[in-house]
């Protein structure tokens, strides 16, 4: 129910299944003498991985690229017969060491009863002690992925003392087709809904103490002008990224009409409590 199959490579003797489960991406190998099944494991609890190029069809291995908010891209070749993977060649980042972070992977139960996917970077030594400022990132919508890819960026946050969490909400794609349904149109709210229950599940559990906000601009807008965070005193809101204004004054692109109407538009001005302009 919650593995669907991304894309495929047919070699010799295998079939190479590039699938999401969960939210996170993974390869999965049949044989095709045995029809054995087996799972490639990785280190961290969140990644992601894709297929490099694999162009020969008897080949003894194929080759992918593995990441981390931790780790850079990374090259590897699985041997089939070993059932091992080798790594190849790792991206070069001049002073970077993986020992100095850490990243954690927990799903959040929303109000509504749905589990919601959050992703952590943090410094190896940080402790839930609630002092951390955070760069709280979602985007939910058109189905979109918000993977954990590296960035060097978010390594200058962490750097600081920051917490970078990723808050997998749904409009997005990592969970399936039923994940991205129930983000758009008159189910929008759920995507407002889950950035903001997963933040305050953030500060409940002392993980964070400030907050930015980034990505998608409604829900980054509805959460900063939450009531629930303008009362938190553990909350200080100083800025939500995107200026969504003119957005909720009925800008919005032609491709947005897809996943927000004018109901939903009025549920946003509603629960934020601005004019609405329907």
């Known amino acids: ?136 990132y979602g985007y939910g919508s058109y189905g979109s992925n918000s993977d954990p890819w590296f960035s060097v960026s978010d390594l200058s946050l962490v750097d600081r003392g920051f917490v970078y969490a990723i808050i997998h909400v749904r409009g997005g794609g990592e969970m399936g087709r039923a994940w991205t349904d129930t983000g758009r149109v008159l189910s929008k709210k759920n995507t407002f809904y889950d950035f903001i229950d997963a933040t305050e599940f953030l500060i409940k559990e002392n993980f964070l103490h400030t907050m930015f906000f980034s990505g998608g601009g409604y829900h980054c807008y509805v959460a900063a002008k939450h009531p629930n965070f303008l009362k938190n005193k553990k909350a200080a809101i100083f800025n939500a990224v995107v200026d969504i204004s003119n957005r909720i004054g009925l800008k919005i692109g032609i491709n947005e009409h897809s996943d927000i109407d004018a109901h939903t538009v009025g549920n946003i001005a509603q629960l934020v409590r601005v004019p609405n302009t329907f």
């Open 1 to 136: 129910e919650n593995t669907f199959i991304d894309n495929f490579l047919v070699f010799k003797d295998f079939i190479v299944l590039a699938s999401r489960a969960d939210g996170l991406t993974q390869f999965e190998v049949f044989d095709k003498k045995t029809k054995e099944l087996r799972k490639i494991n990785y280190e961290d609890s969140a990644y992601s991985v894709e297929f490099a190029t694999n162009s020969e069809y008897d080949s003894p291995s194929f080759r992918y690229i593995y990441q981390s908010l931790r780790t850079p891209p990374s090259v590897y070749d699985y041997d089939f017969r070993n059932k091992k993977s080798d790594l190849r060649k790792t991206k070069d980042v001049p002073h970077f060491n993986a020992n100095q972070y850490k990243t954690e992977r927990f799903f959040v139960t929303v109000r509504d009863g749905q589990k919601v996917p959050v992703t952590l970077l943090m410094k190896s030594d940080h402790k839930k002690i609630g002092e951390a400022p955070a760069l709280l």
